[in-house]
């Protein structure tokens, strides 16, 4: 996910849209004139194309500055980078530690949790299974999960749209309380559940765009009941595996594959900065849990935005966006910012951000090992709008500060 844990606004960062960690990030309310619920509106408008350069050393050389500038502001222990694009050359860089107390410089093979980009495997689970004819995107979660609030009105495609109008459990108190007491406890998918449905609804469903974690974990419930596997298995099997992915995870615990980045973070139950990298992510799950690394995440962005997963028509819906903020659409568990489609991820001590630009057949990436907000904006955002300004200046991925953040 991508914004801190209990912000009363999510970014729409998680490119994710939001990204609260997680994101543990609050939600994000958008007052949006009510979609029709079998497609989203039109996309998000994206600026004229003036192409993509070569990534020339020169280039190279600018790409170092920004990237550095954005390290020393924000004081971000470490990032990697990987940019590309067809005939353009590829620009991959790691700066910084990986481990403030020996020093161990960050470098490009290593894993690294990835917060909301798990919600982009779980919908590609969900639609898999809608091409397997399994289900239908205007079924009502209470067709397979009972005691949801509003069930038998709130749609799989209002739930993967962030459009449900349910409360977002990682901003209760009682939730954020239990996670920052004992930040290696497992979470079931059930008591997850349980944090948001004690609240009353927000909204009607389709009424407004609203990032919510709660949304994904319902989402994952459905993959299990309709392919009669645990989700991380089916993920692991059925997504990553087809997509060509060698170093990417659905956890089912604290497992955290070396060599990794360690990860810093202030969403701790002292408001001091710590080390979460023996956390357990399954606070997240389906929303929240994965493990990568750069060449995988490359590779997922391409994947994701292309559709090569799905059939044709299944992906067009889930690249139908809703625009939530100026310059910025949501679909199906993705976002759309100033043309770049993907998604970016935040979890206490780790950011990431995921997207891909069709014209250019350009990929961007960003793992960082903090989530530690700098003036209200997510560092993964930062990086984003550094880097794209450089390459793309028609393209600039930017979120606003408060927005949703993806975790």
């Not at 927000?202 to 974990?217: D, M, Q, R």
């Not at 493990?291 to 995988?296: A, C, M, R, T, V």
């Not at 059939?311 to 690249?319: E, F, N, V």
């Not at 793309?392 to 993806?406: E, I, M, R, Y």
Request: aromatic content about 8%; overall charge neutral.
């Amino acid at each position: 996910m991508s914004t801190r844990l209990r912000k009363v606004a999510v970014g729409v960062a998680a490119v994710g849209l939001v990204v609260v960690p997680l994101g543990l990030g609050a939600g994000y309310a958008l007052d949006t004139p009510a979609a029709p619920r079998a497609s989203a509106s039109a996309s998000a408008p994206v600026a004229a194309d003036q192409g993509f350069p070569q990534l020339t050393p020169a280039v190279a050389s600018q790409l170092d500055e920004a990237v550095q500038k954005v390290m020393a502001e924000a004081e971000i222990p470490g990032v990697m980078v990987s940019l590309s694009a067809p005939g353009k050359g590829a620009y991959v860089r790691a700066f910084g530690v990986a481990d403030k107390a020996t020093g161990r410089p960050m470098s490009t093979d290593l894993n690294m949790r990835i917060g909301s980009v798990t919600k982009t495997f779980t919908v590609t689970a969900l639609l898999q299974l809608v091409d397997q004819g399994k289900a239908r995107l205007d079924d009502p979660i209470g067709k397979y999960v009972s005691g949801v609030p509003n069930g038998n009105r709130i749609t799989l495609r209002e739930l993967a749209g962030m459009r449900s109008g349910l409360y977002n459990y990682s901003e209760d108190e009682g939730f954020f309380k239990a996670l920052t007491s004992h930040p290696r406890r497992p979470f079931t998918p059930q008591e997850l559940l349980a944090y948001s449905f004690k609240h009353p609804v927000l909204f009607e469903p389709n009424a407004k765009f609203y990032y919510c974690n709660t949304n994904l974990i319902l989402l994952g419930l459905v993959v299990e009941k309709l392919s009669g596997q645990k989700l991380n298995d089916y993920i692991n099997q059925k997504v990553v595996v087809p997509a060509g992915l060698h170093h990417t995870l659905f956890p089912v615990g604290a497992e955290f594959p070396t060599p990794h980045s360690q990860g810093y973070t202030d969403q701790t139950a002292t408001g001091k900065v710590e080390d979460a990298a023996g956390w357990n992510p399954s606070w997240g799950w389906a929303a929240g849990a994965m493990i990568s690394d750069l060449g995988d995440m490359k590779t997922w962005a391409r994947v994701l935005a292309t559709g090569t997963l799905l059939k044709p028509a299944t992906q067009a819906q889930r690249l139908n966006v809703v625009e939530a903020l100026p310059g910025t659409g949501y679909g199906l568990g993705i976002f759309n910012v100033q043309g770049w489609i993907g998604h970016n991820g935040s979890l206490p001590g780790y950011q990431a951000l995921a997207v891909y630009l069709p014209k250019p057949k350009a990929t961007l990436v960003v793992m960082l090992n903090t989530d530690i907000s700098y003036k209200g904006s997510e560092p993964s955002t930062l990086f984003g709008e550094a880097i794209t300004k450089v390459v793309t200046p028609d393209h600039v991925f930017s979120l606003p500060a408060q927005s949703v953040t993806g975790h």
